[in-house]
T-cell receptor, first 109, second 117 residues
């Protein structure tokens, strides 16, 4: 089993749609969780950290469920510019940061 | 925010040659940097952790004699792909970490696309 697993993509959605990604992790001792965004052949960029209480940043909402060991990312009112690959990232302590395989999102006009 | 500079951005080389990739932290000191490899449509795979002034820590399956890492200063880490072969063609990217826990942030270089002919 992979340490971090994400929804298989791609997700093809129209502009204005709401889309949700899930990610599961295997190490129950994992401490920190993040969502990164990566555009094609570019470096990943931090989208948001994921807190136990859940957090929201504009159209983006991230949630963490420690009991079930998954995190989620909700994007509301999708924009064309949201098209990218979204990476679930888990830190199990120390320097061990694990990236999920990514979920590709295509937002169409 | 912190800036990590990586170059070259693209390299095309002949099989058997060695290629050096540089990763610099421009406005902060990075005692630890990370090197990743990414194949098309796959996620980043951590290759090694580069520690300033000491030997790099390699992930399982990564040949340390093939991927030489040097972190001689607090602002520079280099990855040398020795005797490159076509199967080494990939997107290589470095990062530096600032902070810890939920305040952790990874700052990435812009990546190097290596094509070995």
């Amino acid at each position: 089993r992979k340490e971090v697993e994400q929804d298989p993509g791609p997700f093809n959605v129209p502009e204005g749609a709401t889309v949700a990604f899930n990610c599961t992790y295997s190490n129950s001792a994992s401490q920190s969780f993040f969502w990164y965004r990566q555009d094609c052949r570019k470096e990943p960029k931090l989208l948001m950290s994921v807190y136990s209480s859940g957090n929201e940043d504009g159209r983006f909402t991230a949630q963490l469920n420690r009991a079930s060991q998954y995190i989620s990312l909700l994007i509301r009112d999708s924009k064309l510019s949201d098209s990218a690959t979204y990476l679930c990232v888990v830190n199990s302590g120390g320097f061990k940061t694990i990236f999920g395989a990514g979920t590709r999102l295509f937002v169409k006009a | 925010g912190a800036v990590v500079s990586q170059h070259p951005s693209r390299v095309i080389c002949k099989s058997g040659t060695s290629v050096k990739i540089e990763c610099r932290s421009l406005d902060f000191q990075a005692t630890t940097m990370f090197w990743y490899r990414q194949f098309p449509k796959q996620s980043l795979m951590l290759m090694a952790t580069s520690n300033e002034g000491s030997k790099a820590t390699y992930e399982q399956g990564v040949e340390k004699d093939k991927f030489l890492i040097n972190h001689a200063s607090l602002t520079l880490s280099t990855l040398t792909v020795t005797s490159a072969h076509p199967e080494d063609s990939s997107f290589y990217i470095c990062s530096a970490r600032i902070g810890a826990g939920n305040n952790e942030k990874l700052f990435f270089g812009s990546g190097t696309q290596l094509s070995v002919l």
